[in-house]
């Protein structure tokens, strides 16, 4: 709350109280009546010279020695109103000091009552987008409020970023009760980033690197994904491609060894090429875009999936037969675009990764799209550790994730409590693609 402004004080007037030796007095009655709703009631203590206290004592009708005098700021107010200045304090505080006086007990207050406003919001909001039971969504929550991001941005720009971020959740999510955001290919759609944000903000660039909304999903998609908060580009681009959303349509690239479309279409033409001449392919998402109906494969014919690159290198190395795509990883969304054409096209998808946590949680967000696993069961596991020497034995860290392809694979993971990573298990792969 402002003091509203009043007429000036006239010449003579401000001339006698505008003197420097009385701007201590001003200062320090404008600190008091800023903490006390402008109300002009308790002390302020002002240093005053010969000229100060001859000044304000003529103001008060008596005499004042100089040094350090306490003044009572209700007879001030009065001396004020009776004498030529004709306003109380408030007013003369205000011109004498240049700027009018706030409120600030009563804007703090606002203020407040506005952040409850907008925390009530936003619990209304998460409910309708049927988020508000989501284990991941406390947490987030807390670390939004605590980070004080959305403090510094203020009250406006905290609201509407806030609204656009769980527009941007809810958009990313099937069924938003059992595992809020959903990752890869548990998302309703595969999305661009900038499509995503004109369709949940209403502007392209909504979303975009800096933006608060962008920062608030973000932090939503690691606290889902149980992975640390972004703090770098390539962080943030990994959390995007987490829930299907591509950065950008030419960066995030899938490897694939062998896929040789048939048909007459020139770029299953150039694919078959490239098989005939050995060669990997790093295929974007905006070509897989390029040719959305061109089929991949014949149906049944089988597709082996893996995680880490080191077993795509050793087909080529081997120039085994098989066909053979590699994720790097979590795929990218040009990966997951990959997979969901083959799985829909009626190709035999197969799919192996690593035997931790976030490998299992790779593994069976692929499952999901219609892949079957390859050498992914407990009797695997099982083999794969019994052959690992003492030195290279690694501990799982982390959650257990269920395997519902083979519920005996994660018990019996989190009783061995040993990681295996899918190169110590080429032996066992390779052979599998030496069926073309």
């Known amino acids: 709350m402002t003091a509203p402004s009043l007429p000036q004080l006239s010449a003579p007037v ?38 100060g206290a001859k000044r304000l004592g003529g103001l008060l009708g008596t005499r004042l020695e100089p040094g350090l005098r306490q003044i009572q700021l209700d007879s001030l107010d009065a001396a004020l109103r009776a004498s030529a200045a004709q306003c109380g304090l408030v007013s003369v505080v205000a011109e004498l000091t240049g700027r009018p006086l706030q409120d600030r007990a009563s804007a703090k207050e606002t203020q407040q009552a506005a952040w409850t406003a907008l925390w009530q919001q936003l619990d209304g909001d998460l409910t309708r987008a049927g988020l508000a039971h989501a284990d ?12 004080g991001v959305l403090t510094r941005a203020g009250i406006e720009a905290a609201a ?56 608030l999903v973000l932090k939503a998609i690691a606290a889902a994904c149980a992975l ?58 905006q070509e897989l875009h390029t040719v959305p109906t061109v089929a991949l494969t014949a149906p049944g014919t089988t597709v082996h999936f893996c995680e880490n690159p080191q077993v795509l290198q050793a ?37 192996h990764g690593d035997f931790d946590w976030p490998g299992i949680a790779i593994a069976e967000r692929v499952m999901r799209t219609g892949a079957r696993p390859w050498r992914m069961h407990a009797a695997d596991y099982l083999n794969a550790l019994n052959e690992l020497s003492a030195e290279r034995l690694i501990p799982l860290v982390g959650p257990a994730v269920p395997t519902p392809w083979d519920p005996g694979l994660s018990a019996v993971m989190s009783q061995r409590g040993v990681a295996v990573h899918e190169e110590a298990q080429l032996h066992c792969l390779l052979p599998d693609l030496h069926q073309g």
């Open 136 to 147: 991941w969504v406390l947490g987030w929550l807390g670390d939004v409020r605590n980070t």
């Open 315 to 351: 087909a080529v190395r081997h120039d085994l037969p098989g066909i053979l795509v590699c994720g790097s990883g979590n795929p990218s969304a040009a990966g997951w675009e990959l997979l969901q054409r083959l799985t829909a096209g009626g190709a035999d998808v197969a799919y």
């Open 14 to 51: 401000r001339g006698y109280l505008g003197d420097p030796s009385l701007a201590v007095l001003w200062t320090a009655a404008r600190r008091r009546l800023e903490r006390t709703r402008l109300s002009p009631t308790g002390t302020v203590q002002a240093q005053l010279d010969a000229e």
């Open 228 to 285: 640390p908060s972004p703090v770098s580009a390539a962080s943030r681009r990994m959390l995007w491609e987490q829930v299907g959303v591509s950065t950008d349509s030419l960066s995030g690239t899938v490897m694939v060894w062998r896929l040789a479309p048939p048909g007459p279409h020139p770029w299953a033409e150039m694919m078959r090429v490239r098989c005939g001449l050995s060669l990997v392919t790093h295929l974007t998402l």
């Open 160 to 215: 509407t970023a806030l609204g656009s971020a769980v527009h941007t959740i809810a958009a990313l999510t099937d069924t938003p009760l059992h595992a809020p955001v959903r990752t890869g290919a548990e998302a309703v759609r595969q999305w661009e980033l900038s499509e995503l944000a004109a369709h949940t903000t209403g502007d392209a660039h909504g979303l975009d690197e800096g933006r608060l909304a962008s920062l």
